[in-house]
């Protein structure tokens, strides 16, 4: 099952517009997401990332976490999806590390960018993963 990292800021309502529409869509029995801050317990990100086949980041507000997570999943050549709320002024940098940056308008959009995005670069049959879940 694909592993996916899901980096975020912590300066909005995540659990519930990020969170919750991840684990009540059908998305969540295709690919194993990982949130963070889901319980409260210490997450070591940098080990989680390196062992992950896909950052998701949503990107709708500014963060250093989230940028510094984003260059491990740089550095550790992990495709990179930012996704953020459309009308949102983004850092341009984004660009230059992401597989891809998309809007999207409502959490229904969102989860149907990600299942695009999903389905089209991790098929079944394309993907083969060099970061093998624990």
Not at 68 to 74: H, K, Q, S, V, Y
Not at 76 to 82: D, E, K, T, V
Request: hydrophobic share 35%; net charge neutral.
């Amino acid at each position: 099952m694909l592993k996916v990292y899901v980096a975020h800021s912590g300066n909005f309502d995540y659990k519930t517009e990020l969170y919750t529409p991840l684990r009540i869509s059908s998305l969540s029995s295709q690919y194993h997401f990982v949130l963070p801050h889901e319980s409260n317990g210490f997450v070591n990100s940098k080990e989680i990332i390196k062992k992950s086949d896909l950052v998701m980041a949503e990107v709708s507000h500014p963060s250093t976490g989230v940028g510094i997570e984003l260059g491990w999943a740089d550095s550790y050549h992990i495709p990179i999806l930012c996704f953020y709320k459309q009308g949102t002024k983004l850092s341009g940098s984004l660009k230059a590390i992401s597989s891809a940056v998309v809007s999207y308008s409502n959490p229904t959009d969102m989860l149907k960018k990600i299942e695009d995005f999903l389905s089209e670069k991790f098929s079944i049959n394309q993907f083969n993963s060099d970061n093998p879940t624990p």
